[in-house]
């Protein structure tokens, strides 16, 4: 009795992509999570303004008001401290995981704790995280609401039964929800997702992710309104020429951000070597912050303002240069120091002043290269060249100027990839001893055929032989260990293993292999079959060898072993890297 893998019930079948109608489920849990992630980006910004408050006004409210007022040097030296002792004391006795700036966090929770978040993390987080920010720590909301949002749709999915890979598409939904409640840009939101957390590109996760962020873009519509963060005025039309420049921004950007991700490390190197315990660390790095306050109070919080003067070119040139070189300080030995915030804010200010100084320099330019600045930055530092172009002009509103942020973006890109072999979120987990490859590419299992790689005319056992001719044959030390058992008209009938003759060399001699073989049904494969399938089959059963027969008559053409499966991606590999040049030019006839 024979069956194949192309005619197996549990085959799937083959298409495009590999999606069921359990995205349909995820999508529907998708609203509820986006809900989720718009109201806990709203929570976190009303916590940030009642912390500023407190800390610096020493009123109980949720209005906004400009840090650090007109609060004197001994405050600003003091409230970071102040926040960063509360953040030291919430993490050691808390949780450890609201440490840092949340992005490394959700992405080893997705790669090594099945997306399992703990419901601490989505109360702390985002608490630390806003004494951390309203105290004046130098940092944006965005890290923390990915956290807090990843933990909401992390802990709706553990309400369920789900796998892993379904959690992760929640987790991940949460994430950019919250993302887009708190910079408006929907695209950008799931483009990040998509280049920086998900590791796939599946209709069963971005379906779900899609609905998550339009469900918080519609919330943010209702609750505080819709349109460009960070507007500024432009109206010039592109030429070449401005392509060229903003590339060239993007080359200074990209270095800048080796720079800043090279130092963050060094600085948590030294952070280690440290004779205290890593709870007052945060508060020995807001010992910087404060100083770094008093030198340029601009570089206290978030810095929107700051973001928004950059791009309509409002400051003056010594500001320009104090708060990218003060803010750049202040940042890395904050979040070297372990205190909870995010970094997206802090590179939009140093890419925007890196950006804005060049266009001191070049009259005309303006708010443009600002955001050029802002794209490149983004892109060098977190490796996401699509959610850097997008999140630029999503936040500025110009759309028109899509071709300046992907020529800036994508050059700081190139620069970061051949000088840093990690990103600014997976050296954190390098260093924690996992490795992650953020480049994707077509599974070579599916689309490799059985034929490319089986071994042609294999040796056969006849179904007739004796067994002792058959353990004799076995017992060569040179023999395979499988061998196909065909019947008179050489159709395949069963494999045979030197296991198995070893099991049956107790039986009669003159016992013939059909004999034993029985009528088991047997698995064989066709020439055209994946060797996707073939796998899953070495995986299921305990086989170490797959038959390939002819379709129409059942005869033996080939044997694939695992090896072989094996060999697949050593031969793309190989083709990969193997250089050929096919055409030549003939040198004309003198």
Known sequence: ???????????????????????????????????????????????????????????????????????????????????????????????????????????????????????????????????????????????????????????????????????????????????????????????????????????????????????????????????????????????????????????????????????????????????????????????????????????????????????????????MVSLLLVKSIVWLISLASGTSGGVVAPLLIMGGATGALVAHLLPGYGGMLAMAGMAGILSGAMRAPLTGTLFAAEVTGHFDLLPVALAAAVASYAVSVLMMPRSIFTERLARRGHHIVQEYGTDLLETTRARQIMTDTPVTLPASMPLSQAIAMMSDLRAHHHYPVVDAQGRFIAVVSRKEMLHWQQQDSDTTLQMLMGEKPQISARPDTLCSQIADHFFNEETGMVVVTVAETGQVTGVITRHDIFRVRYLAKKTENHKMKYLRLRKSDQ
């Not at 007022?69 to 450890?96: C, N, Q, W, Y």
């Not at 890979?165 to 993302?179: D, H, P, S």
């Not at 920086?196 to 519509?221: G, Q, Y």
Request: hydrophobic share 50%.
């Open 1 to 319: 009795m024979r069956d194949t893998l192309s005619g197996s019930p549990h085959r799937r079948t083959l298409s495009d992509y590999s999606v069921t109608r359990r995205v349909i489920i995820l999508a529907l849990m998708a609203i509820l999570i986006g809900t989720g992630g718009a109201f806990g980006a709203i929570v976190l910004l009303h916590l940030i303004a009642l912390m500023s408050n407190l800390f610096w006004y020493h009123q109980f409210s949720f209005s906004e008001n400009v840090m650090p007022g007109s609060a004197g040097t001994l405050h600003i030296l003091a409230a970071p401290v102040l926040g960063s002792l509360i953040i030291g004391i919430m993490a050691r006795f808390g949780s450890e995981k609201i440490r840092g700036h949340g992005i490394p966090e959700a992405i080893e929770a997705i790669l090594y704790s099945e997306s399992r978040m703990s419901p601490r993390v989505a109360v702390l987080k985002p608490l630390s995280s806003a004494i951390s920010i309203g105290s004046g720590g130098p940092f944006g909301a965005e890290g923390p609401i990915i956290m807090t949002g990843g933990a909401i749709g992390s802990l709706f999915a553990q309400l369920f039964h789900l796998s892993a890979a379904e959690r992760k598409t929640l987790l991940v939904a949460g994430a950019a929800a919250g993302m887009t409640a708190i910079f408006n840009a929907p695209a950008a939101a799931v483009l990040l997702a998509l280049e920086v957390l998900l590791f796939e590109w599946k209709p069963r996760s971005f379906i779900p992710v899609v609905t998550a962020v339009l469900v918080s873009w519609c919330w943010r519509d209702a609750l505080t309104g819709t349109g460009a963060i960070f507007p500024f005025a432009w109206s010039s039309p592109l030429q070449p020429l401005q392509l060229i420049v903003a590339a060239g921004t993007g080359i200074l950007t990209g270095t800048i951000a080796v720079a800043l991700s090279k130092s963050l490390y060094r600085l948590e190197e030294w952070f280690h070597r440290l004779p205290v315990h890593w709870m007052w660390w945060p508060a020995l790095g807001a010992v910087a912050v404060g100083a770094g306050g008093i030198i340029q109070p601009r570089v206290l919080g978030a810095g929107y303002g700051s973001i928004q003067n950059l791009l309509d070119g409002s400051l003056a040139l010594n500001i």
